[in-house]
């Protein structure tokens, strides 16, 4: 009897200290490289000859949806195939990062001001509001969802 109590208890300890690791393994500095990298990807692959958007993909999770400011919502196929034909990313700033963590869910919001073309239209380069929410999947945080939230037009 007392084995198996030492064996359950150490079990429950385990478990609990397995939480807090992996609550704690994906830091602001890490999210933000996360991000940065990914919207690296997106970049790369408008400049690549043949439109290769799978380094984008490896970030995205099976279940990744996006929306978009103009209310267009995409899976994660869907996402790749826009990200090698219409979207043309030139360049990007990231600011304004803010986490909060629940488990194997982490959700950032930050600004993007870029320069990009989207459907061969000059976006502006405002800084505009965007969110990302992380999942842990096995050993790998992946982006599960992403909003592009543009501000309205007070006019």
């Known amino acids: 009897m007392k084995k198996f109590f030492l064996s359950c208890l150490t079990v429950a ?46 970030f995205l999770a099976p279940e990744f949806v996006i929306i978009h400011s103009d209310g267009m919502i995409r899976n994660k196929t869907q996402s790749m195939e826009y990200v090698k034909k219409d979207l043309h990313l030139k360049s990007f700033e990231l600011n304004n990062f803010k986490i909060t963590k629940s488990g194997d869910i982490i959700i950032v919001t930050y600004t993007n001001k870029a320069s990009e073309i989207i459907d061969n239209k000059h976006t502006s380069n405002e800084p505009k509001p965007r969110m990302t929410i992380l999942q842990k999947q096995g050993d790998r945080w992946l982006i599960l969802a992403h909003a592009d939230l543009d ?3 007070n006019e």
Do not use: M, R, V
């Open 13 to 58: 300890l385990i478990s609990i200290y397995s939480i807090a690791w992996a609550e704690a393994d994906l830091s602001l500095d890490d999210t933000q490289k996360l991000i940065n990298n990914w919207l690296n990807a997106a970049k790369e692959s408008n400049i690549t000859k043949d439109g290769n958007s799978a380094k984008y993909g490896d």
């Open 151 to 153: 501000p309205l037009n």
